[in-house]
């Protein structure tokens, strides 16, 4: 950790990785592990590219007039799905900026903190509601925020 540490100020991705930090769950390694498998996040013109690049959007199977969405295409990158799924872990507790979370948020532009914040409660609220109010398995309802958080990820790298 400490020689990826050393090696992020020289990389093409510094400004990138201390955007993704800003966001609760993702830190230093998780960070460059998204960097390592998206590469240029400005690559894709909407959030839900990012999404699909990622494989954690629905398969869906459709004839006709009837449309049925089934389990995640598990297409793309299985790392970075993986390092999302885990971070999405960190919103089933309520909104707050901690010390730690503070810390890594310091020097990095008010509109990118916006951004965060508002991923922070609305990652919450969609916990909240698959697991509480639609009583969704945890793993899914990870899955489904590590969706939204690959969203919120792009529109952070993207924000200019």
């Not at 909407?46 to 969405?69: F, I, W």
């Not at 698959?130 to 969203?151: C, F, H, M, N, Y």
Request: charged share 25%; glycine share 8%.
């Amino acid at each position: 950790e400490t020689a990826i540490d050393e090696l992020i100020p020289d990389s093409p991705w510094a400004d990138t990785i201390a955007r993704l930090r800003c966001l609760r769950g993702i830190d230093t390694l998780s960070a460059v592990g998204l960097c390592a498998e998206i590469g240029d996040f400005k690559r894709f013109p909407k959030a839900g590219h990012v999404m699909s690049y990622l494989g954690l959007v629905p398969s869906e199977d459709s004839t006709g007039q009837s449309r049925r969405q089934g389990a995640i295409t598990k297409t793309g990158s299985g790392h970075g799905r993986r390092l999302l799924v885990e971070a999405a872990w960190h919103y089933r507790r309520p909104p707050r900026n901690g010390t730690v979370l503070k810390r890594r948020q310091a020097g990095q532009p008010a509109h990118v903190l916006a951004i965060s914040w508002s991923a922070q409660r609305r990652l919450y609220r969609t916990w909240q509601r698959l697991d509480q109010e639609r009583g969704k398995r945890r793993t899914i309802v990870a899955v489904a925020v590590a969706r939204e958080l690959a969203g919120f990820c792009w529109a952070t790298a993207n924000a200019d």
